[in-house]
């Protein structure tokens, strides 16, 4: 594209097109879904505002149900306590009265359901008690001392007598009698009881036979001022779970009673109540959100609100807890009016707003049916007028960008700016491909790839450099004037193609010549075997070049070298070359020279011999100093690839050529004479690079050199 020059679009039917501004206006109908959205947000705030409300009237309900509860369990803990004691101390029966004790405790526990047990300890250690299962009672009884057998030194005998309730008299199922350690002097309730003047409230989970967390009222039992013992009474905690079990929380929240450490003392929680079957009793901080997830809720709640539960005084809604699951709670706290025992209520914002949401779901549908058909409606004609055409679009200049520009093609469009920009783009492929053929557009598109600048620099890499040249070239150009155009450009083609396919890189053409390098810019640590690949290709595609005639074929002489050079790009602010510098490649340089000395076609480096190791198959040719280098290498000349050549074809005359020239470096030169001509008969009467160490044996036997003689070819000039 010339500069200055206006992009215009092609030639062409014109068709009517929208303008862009035109074509936006159509997602207006979006304006529906913002409008929606206001109404449904503005709705959802006034009805969460009003289901706090209602939750904070439901807590409020929920916690004075339990309050009258609890203070109805405790007041006939607190009278059966009270019954107990006004027995002994009137003096109806005696503590020591095993059969009447054991009736009057059956007695109580059965009139009261919700009481779990009824115990006396002595201070003797001695323990009797009434429990009341869920469907037997026992009596249990510790004895230190026995008149009727003698106990071990520290181990008492616990007796334990099943009953079936009954109505009247329950019925004697049977007795069990075991050792036990279980003494009442080392029980909390027993302890606290003795040294308190009033009967006190205890938590303890310890009994004999039994261990069931449970809320304990205890009082000494002093007749005519001597000390007899401590009365007990037990409810257990899973009472308590039991009577919140029936509370109704919304559809699915729960309430649970802690103390002011975290510890649960009853809970609707299925996880909790199971933990208090087993004689355990949890806290906040323990619990696991996947078995627990509504009182992790609470717990949750207590550090966004920064309170503690000992600091709940009174009726306190806290703000609403968004959880993991992304669902919001309502949870409230309020003292329960013992001890330091608050209840706390739990409530899903679903189970006030279900309803609600449904309504308002049979409200929406017939917006949403509306406004669902215009998005389809919109994204279609979005898609249609900009999305396809833009993508379309940008595909052409990934193309443009990758240099592919035979794949750019013309993508019209109903919106003027669209087609006018595709119109652009195709001008711009039109003024690339015109400068394409003088640009290596394979390298261009390799260094796009790897974000390479094109600013002058370079690195130090090992790398593998080819430089080719074709023999005679200025005798034939002579002989076939213009002709030789087109035969040059086949040849040029066939040895591109041969380093292309063998992902090489084309540095330049020179006349005749070509150089090319692997392993930069993209990495190959294989490049040295596969710059012997490209070399025997170019070699087979010389047999077939169209302009020759019948029976002339082009002589490709080719120099392979590996090394560290100089890779980069290499030249002024202006004009820059992406190439390789630097001793390794000035060798191959001259490798490729020392075929006209050999009479061979393709000679490479020590270096490239070690590096493509057993891909190739190869042999020595000589040790050479080339012109400009005083140090000596040895040369190899590149015979096929191992895959393509059987092993056996080395071991024949390429094993016999390397014994003459060991011989020739001993000094040994008519045996090496020998060896070489064996070699010449071997490739059908001809051998250059034998002959030529025939010819240099010979004139060494002819006029011997002095000792300092050493076995390498030094070439005078390049």
């Not at 706090?52 to 009258?68: F, G, H, M, P, Y």
């Not at 109704?248 to 079957?277: C, F, H, M, W, Y």
């Not at 155009?485 to 193609?497: D, E, G």
Request: hydrophobic share 45%; net charge neutral; with cysteine.
């Amino acid at each position: 594209m010339v500069s200055g020059e206006t992009s215009r679009p092609l030639a062409g039917p014109r068709r009517p097109r929208l303008a862009l501004r035109m074509a936006l206006t159509l997602f207006v109908v979006m304006s529906v879904l913002g409008t929606a959205l206001l109404i449904h947000v503005s709705w959802s705030y006034t009805a969460r505002q009003n289901v706090a409300d209602v939750a904070k009237q439901l807590n409020e309900q929920i916690v004075a149900s339990i309050r009258t509860e609890l203070s109805d369990v405790l007041r006939n803990v607190q009278a059966t306590e009270e019954a107990v004691r006004s027995i002994f101390y009137q003096g109806a029966i005696a503590p020591q009265d095993e059969g009447k004790r054991e009736f009057i405790f059956l007695a109580l526990l059965q009139s009261q359901p919700v009481i779990s047990r009824i115990a006396f300890g002595w201070p003797t250690g001695d323990f009797f008690g009434t429990e009341n299962f869920d469907d037997e009672i026992h009596n249990v009884e510790v004895k230190w001392f026995d008149a009727r057998r003698p106990l071990p030194a520290g181990v008492a005998i616990r007796r334990v007598d099943r009953y079936l309730p009954e109505p009247g008299e329950p019925l004697f199922l049977d007795r069990k009698l075991e050792p036990s350690t279980y003494s009442v002097l080392r029980q909390s309730w027993y302890r606290k009881a003795v040294k308190a003047d009033k009967t006190v409230w205890t938590q303890s989970a310890d009994f004999p036979d039994r261990k069931q967390p449970g809320i304990n009222i205890s009082g000494s039992l002093v007749l005519y001022g001597n000390f007899i013992g401590v009365i007990n009474v037990t409810v257990e905690l899973g009472r308590l779970s039991s009577f919140l079990a029936d509370q109704r929380v919304g559809s699915t929240g729960t309430v649970a009673i802690l103390d002011s450490t975290g510890n649960i003392i009853a809970s609707q929680d299925p996880a909790e109540r199971k933990a208090e079957t087993a004689g355990m009793m949890r806290n906040l901080d323990s619990l696991d959100a996947a078995t627990s997830p509504l009182l992790s809720v609470v717990r949750q709640a207590l550090s966004q609100n920064m309170l503690k539960l000992s600091e709940v005084k009174m009726i306190q809604p806290l703000a609403p807890v968004r959880a993991s699951d992304g669902a919001l709670y309502y949870v409230s706290l309020s003292p329960a009016n013992f001890r330091d025992w608050s209840v706390v209520t739990v409530i899903p914002e679903k189970d006030f707003l279900g309803n609600i949401d449904r309504n308002t779901q049979r409200l929406l549908y017939g917006v949403a049916a509306f406004t669902l058909m215009m998005i389809v409606a919109s994204i279609l004609l979005a898609d249609r007028l900009i999305g396809r055409p833009l993508i379309r679009i940008a595909g052409q200049l990934g193309n443009i960008e990758s240099f592919h520009l035979d794949r750019i093609a013309r993508v019209p469009s109903a919106l003027r700016e669209l087609d006018d920009l595709s119109g652009a783009i195709m001008q711009m492929a039109r003024g690339l491909t015109s400068f394409q053929k003088y640009l290596p557009t394979e390298l261009v598109r390799t260094l796009v790839s790897q974000g390479i600048e094109a600013k002058p620099g370079g690195q130090q890499q090992t790398l593998t450099v080819l430089f080719s040249d074709l023999a005679g070239f200025t005798t034939l150009s002579e002989r076939l004037g213009p002709g030789i155009v087109p035969v040059l450009t086949a040849y040029l083609s066939a040895a591109s193609k041969a380093i292309v396919e063998e992902k090489g890189t084309i540095d330049k053409f020179i006349g005749d010549a070509v150089m090319a390098f692997w392993g930069a810019p993209l990495p190959d640590e294989r490049h040295a075997e596969a710059a012997c690949r490209a070399a025997l290709a170019c070699r087979r595609a010389m047999a077939n070049l169209p302009g020759m005639a019948a029976g002339e074929h082009l002589h490709l002489r080719i120099g392979i070298n590996t090394g560290p050079m100089l890779v980069g790009n290499v030249g002024s602010e202006e004009r820059l070359n992406y190439t390789v510098i630097g001793d390794s490649v000035n060798l191959a340089s001259r490798l490729e020279s020392l075929n006209k000395v050999f009479g061979t076609d393709i000679i490479m480096g020590e270096a490239t011999r070690l590096a493509a190791g057993d891909a190739i198959l190869v042999r020595e040719v000589d040790q050479v100093a080339v012109y400009g280098r005083m140090e000596s290498t040895a040369v190899f000349e590149l015979i096929a690839m191992a895959d393509e050549k059987p092993a056996s074809e080395k071991l024949a005359w390429v094993a016999i050529y390397e014994a003459g020239l060991a011989a020739y470096r001993q000094r040994r030169w008519p045996e090496a004479i020998v060896l070489l001509d064996r070699v010449a008969v071997a490739r059908g009467g001809e051998d250059p690079p034998a002959a030529a160490l025939m010819e240099r044996c010979r004139a060494l036997i002819a006029e011997p050199p002095d000792s300092g003689w050493r076995p390498v070819t030094v070439m005078g000039t390049k």
